[in-house]
């Protein structure tokens, strides 16, 4: 597909966008693994005067990330873990870059939402909560922090798609435990929204 | 919802649909005693008789009285329309849904008294003896229906005139009438003096009925000896002494007025789609505030009495039809259809506090019958529509949505007035009309899926072997898509003739015969004029008839379009083998066909394209026609349950359907083929042009945890707002999963409770047919926006 094509596709649902005030959001994966492909994307979009959004992990070279930052209204960042050494555990990924990119991105764009995926054990402990809440408020134009409760929506795509799950064991969190990590968020005078 | 209505409520419930012979028995005694009188003033005299003979009822505990039989549920018959066989009473009594209890003695009245006096003199059989050969041919075949062979011309609603007026102010009216007819220049002066004579005495028949509970309740209260009780039923006196005789003063007498006219209407005959009060919300305002203002009444005394008067609607059920027509609607349902908020005259928003404690009531109540609806215009604020919204995320299928600016646009499309238009809103499951001024008859569904299958056998129903249709060619000789079409044009030229021809001889017959003098006085401008509702009397006469199949039709032709014409992946003889064959030994085929092709529902112009055109071919042949009554023929889309018996008389389709399965239903895709969101659903329907039908309906099914929260809630409205934005005539939900509905299947009795959406109308899952069951369940369940 081209530019062009895809941006045909996305005009089609313009009415709702204009009802809703809604927009196209490019994730993935990972949308910057095709940075060149997004930009000119995101570029068409916004003359096309489509609200966009990006949802990123971040990691990527901070001068690509501020060259898109222009044609993007809305970013959705994940952040998963503070500490280098688990989130390189668990990620695979150290996380320098990501946390780099995440503050100078917050001094060049105004709209930035992270999202935080909650799964138990990983990092829902006290320590990675609290370096998570006392980083997003030091940052400026960070709106609100997403929840996202670990699920086993997955399980059976993994099994279709014949790889192995490591997480399968892992319970999601009840509905009393997320409520108290949001209390948690919204004690450093946070937005927090549980899911989305 | 209080003691009383949750007793009242529980006993609607629990008590059995039954037939009752009395107005069968009243009737055929009136007509046997009476000849030589003009027919509209026999069928006054005959429902004077009813309303003066007929047994008074009045239910323990109930605040609204009156029943169309002698109790609760108590199913009258109308053997002048349709006299049962005690083979069809039978069937009535054994089957396993929408069953009728019919008692020994019930069959011994009507073997003795009722079928020897009206066999072969009914409607029905004068109809069928009236219509010709090939028309007779393709009813056989499935490709229409006849709505009036069993049922009443009905299909109308009322405006606010009896709540500004009583029935003695309507013979003043009447009376006037009279004065003005002129004998020495108007031929037809006898006639609109005989019908109106004959609305006369419907005035002193319904007055005298209201009379006769007035009487009961007074002697019910001589004897009550719990004081609270006696009280109410003293009240209830003095409400049926004074309406609807008079103009109501209160929202009690307000809404005994609308009940008394309704049992009138259904009494007189069994019109379809019952009746109506439209415009709830507006009519009750008023008296609502008046209540409130000067004391009298309590918003909470205004809930149990609109609760009470939502059970009197459950206690009717639909009266029970026999053959082809039980399986185009196999339902309790009368399709009473309340519309909130809408427009007023005026054009400002109609929405008011009524319009909030309505949507209470109907939440609280969770009754299949009435219907309900919310009409919402660009005037509309968001909080009615979330307040619908959230009583429709509770999934059993109230209130639907309309969108009250193009009900408004289709009206005065067909030239009706503003005033008339915004008065105007929709009934039965979406059909628009004018309320109060005009007689909007549906006629038949129509086989659209059926039209297209006797174009590719060259007139031949392939189920039959019989020719019913033209010799439009041989398809495998067809050198591009457009000759089929064109073909296909001409067989649908060809049988809209055919029901158009049936349509006036019928037209004609209940004019002659059947008229309906009570319901002409409620219909503007039948006293005016001196003509009966049924015989053009009213202000608008608009005779529909209703498509069927449009999404089968639409991805029929895209699979013959794509895979025979453009893709060239299969030669037209081997589609038509593999049709024939239905898909046995062909299932590559068929799952290319279903997979492979471009389908409506997905947004994709490619399918949509062939939607407008058969949209825009179906319009073409019907709109605008004329018919007996000085008005016109319009078109709109819905199907009620008939895609279900449509299916069964359709062999394999090219969009890789099976023989006998269901068609697309309403305006909807074809189950399951929707594969791109609600919004591509909705996309594709906004291309046909609403505003040209006189109502389309759109059925979507949402999985409830899509709905949830108040995110869940917004993105409902954003969908609905958009749609509405595109012109869409009506949207309506279910919010189940296809779990449930399977469980249901599997152990109804832990189900009996389950309502679902099923056309315009809620149903109990559990009544409907095993083949309706898994239509819905086969219908897209959309799981994200």
């Excluded at chain 1, 060259?67 to 993007?72: G, L």
């Excluded at chain 1, 435990?177 to 450093?188: C, L, P």
């Excluded at chain 2, 969101?677 to 906004?686: D, E, L, Q, V």
Aim: net charge negative; aromatic share 10%; proline share 4%.
């Amino acid at each position: 597909m081209t530019v062009a094509e895809v941006v045909k596709e996305i005009e089609k649902d313009t009415v709702f966008y204009d009802e809703s005030g809604g927009g196209a959001t490019f994730s993935g994966g990972e949308p910057l693994m095709q940075q060149d492909f997004l930009q000119n994307l995101l570029k068409l979009s916004k003359e096309n005067e489509i609200h966009t959004a990006i949802e990123t992990c971040g990691l990527t070279g901070s001068k690509t990330l501020l060259r898109i930052s222009a044609y993007v209204d809305l970013f959705l960042y994940d952040l998963k873990i503070i500490d280098n050494a688990k989130h390189e555990k668990f990620t695979g990924a150290s996380n320098r870059a990501i946390l780099k990119n995440l503050r100078e991105l917050s001094r060049h764009h105004d709209h930035i939402i992270i999202r935080f995926p909650l799964i138990p054990g990983i990092n829902d402990n006290e320590e990675n909560i609290l370096q998570t809440g006392e980083l997003i408020s030091s940052l400026r134009n960070v709106e609100e922090i997403d929840i996202l409760p670990y699920h086993k929506g997955g399980i059976e795509k993994y099994k279709r798609l014949g790889r192995s799950r490591k997480l399968a064991e892992i319970r999601p969190p009840s509905s009393e435990e997320v409520s108290k990590i949001a209390e948690k968020f919204i004690r450093f005078g946070l937005r927090v929204k549980i899911g989305g | 919802m209080n003691e009383r209505v949750a007793r009242l409520r529980q006993k609607s419930l629990d008590t059995k649909p039954w037939i009752s012979t009395e107005r069968a028995e009243l009737v055929t005694e009136f007509y046997k005693y009476t000849r030589g009188l003009s027919p509209p003033v026999r069928r006054a005299l005959a429902f004077k008789y009813l309303m003066e003979n007929k047994t008074i009822c009045i239910n323990e505990g109930e605040l609204i009285v009156g029943e169309r039989g002698p109790a609760p549920k108590a199913t009258p018959t109308y053997p002048e329309l349709c006299c049962h066989s005690i083979q069809d009473l039978d069937i009535l009594n054994d089957r396993k849904n929408v069953s009728f209890a019919v008692s020994d003695q019930v069959r011994e009245v009507y073997k003795e008294k009722i079928i020897p006096f009206w066999q072969g003199q009914s409607m029905r059989d004068i109809i069928f003896q009236e219509m010709s050969e090939e028309w007779r041919a393709a009813y056989d075949a499935g490709i229409f229906t006849e709505f009036m062979e069993q049922r009443a011309p009905g299909h109308t609603v009322l405006d606010d005139k009896i709540f500004r007026k009583g029935f003695l102010d309507f013979k003043v009216d009447i009376e006037k009438s009279l004065q003005t007819l002129d004998y020495f220049n108007d031929p037809e002066a006898h006639n609109k003096h005989e019908e109106l004579k004959a609305m006369s005495i419907c005035v002193d028949a319904i007055i005298r009925f209201a009379e006769r509970h007035a009487e009961k309740a007074r002697e019910m209260a001589r004897s009550e000896t719990d004081p609270q009780r006696k009280k109410e039923l003293e009240k209830i006196v003095g409400v049926c002494s004074h309406v609807p005789k008079h103009a109501p003063r209160d929202l009690w007498e307000a809404l005994q007025a609308y009940w008394f006219v309704h049992l009138g209407v259904i009494t007189e005959l069994n019109t379809w789609d019952s009746f109506c009060p439209g415009h709830l919300d507006q009519h009750l305002y008023p008296f609502y505030r008046k209540g409130l203002e000067d004391g009298t009444l309590t918003s909470e005394q205004a809930k149990e009495l609109l609760q009470c008067f939502w059970v009197k609607f459950s206690n009717h059920p639909a009266p029970p039809k026999v053959g082809v027509t039980a399986a185009e609607s196999g339902t309790y349902n009368d399709f009473s259809n309340i519309n909130l908020g809408g427009l007023r005259p005026d054009g400002s928003d109609g929405a008011n506090e009524v319009t909030y404690l309505i949507l209470d009531v109907i939440d609280e109540m969770r009754l299949p019958q009435p219907s309900s609806n919310i009409q919402l215009s660009k005037k509309s604020s968001d909080r009615f529509l979330k307040r619908a919204c959230e009583i429709i995320r509770k999934g059993w299928g109230q209130p639907s949505i309309f969108n009250a600016d193009l009900v408004v646009e289709e009206l005065l499309r067909q030239g009706k007035s503003v005033e008339d238009a915004r008065t105007g809103g929709t009934s039965g499951c979406v059909e628009t009309g004018s309320f109060g001024k005009e007689a909007y008859i549906l006629t038949g569904y129509f086989n659209l899926p059926k039209v297209l299958e006797i174009t590719l056998n060259n007139g031949v129903d392939p189920r039959t072997g019989k020719k019913i249709g033209l010799e439009t060619g041989d398809p495998a000789q067809f050198k591009s898509f457009e000759e089929l079409f064109d073909a296909f044009k001409k067989q649908l030229k060809h049988f809209v003739d055919i029901k158009i021809k049936g349509n006036n001889i019928i037209e004609r017959l209940y004019a002659t015969y059947m008229p309906a003098p009570f319901l002409s006085i409620l219909i503007e401008d039948c006293i005016k004029r001196g003509k009966d509702y049924n015989d053009g009397g009213p202000r608008y006469n608009s005779t529909y008839i209703m498509g069927v199949g449009l999404g089968t039709l639409t991805d029929s032709l895209a699979a013959v379009k794509y895979h025979v014409f453009d893709k060239k992946n299969l030669t037209m003889e081997e589609l038509l083998q593999a049709l024939k064959d239905n898909f046995e030994g062909h299932e590559k085929t068929r799952l290319m066909l279903w997979n492979k092709t471009p389908k409506y529902g997905n947004d994709d112009d490619y399918a949509d394209r062939l939607l407008k055109a058969s949209f825009d071919a179906f319009y073409d042949e019907i709109n605008g026609r004329k018919n007996t009554k000085g008005g016109f023929y319009r078109v709109n889309y819905l199907s009620t349950t008939c895609h279900i018996y449509f299916g069964s008389v359709v062999q394999a389709t090219p969009d890789g359907r099976r023989a006998s399965e269901p068609l697309s239903e309403g305006i909807s895709p074809v189950q399951g083929s929707d594969q791109h969101g609600p919004t591509s659903a909705i996309k594709s329907a906004a291309k046909m042009d609403h505003v040209l039908t006189g109502g389309t309906l759109l059925n979507m099914k949402f999985t409830p945890m899509l709905l949830e929260g108040d995110e869940g809630i917004d993105n409902l409205v954003h969908l609905v707002r958009s749609y509405f934005r595109l012109d869409g005539h009506h949207i309506q939900f279910n919010v189940v999963t296809a779990e449930t509905l399977r469980a249901a299947q599997a152990i109804p009795e832990k189900y009996r409770d389950l309502i679902v959406r099923v056309a315009g109308y809620s149903d109990y899952f559990c009544d409907l047919s095993k083949a309706l069951q898994d239509e819905i369940i086969s219908r897209t369940e959309h799981k994200s926006f």
